[in-house]
């Protein structure tokens, strides 16, 4: 296998614990080690990350364009689902 044949990983960071990780782009590899040494490689040499996720790139899924219409359907009707009807602890929404 060449390295233009190695699967695609897609690397996500975090800048520090307890921060949501973001998506910081992709590395070629032939096996998770290698992926996750790859991304460090490229996406925390400057410590921009305290740690990393990688994601074989085939396994995200997403709903096609054509989908996202009702897959995205606005639930304004559901009134429910909002939380104006009761008192979220520690929440301070006035």
Request: aromatic share 12%; charged share 25%.
């Amino acid at each position: 296998m060449s390295a233009s044949e190695w699967p695609l990983w897609e690397v996500f960071t975090q800048r520090r614990a307890g921060l949501p990780f973001e998506h910081a782009g992709s590395v070629h590899a032939p096996d998770k080690e290698m992926a996750l040494q790859n991304a460090r490689d490229v996406y925390s040499r400057r410590g921009e990350a305290t740690c990393l996720w990688v994601v074989p790139a085939d396994c995200i899924v997403s709903p096609t364009p054509e989908e996202a219409g009702s897959f995205f359907d606005p639930s304004n009707d559901k009134i429910y689902r909002h939380p104006n009807f009761y008192k979220t602890p520690g929440a301070n929404f006035e």
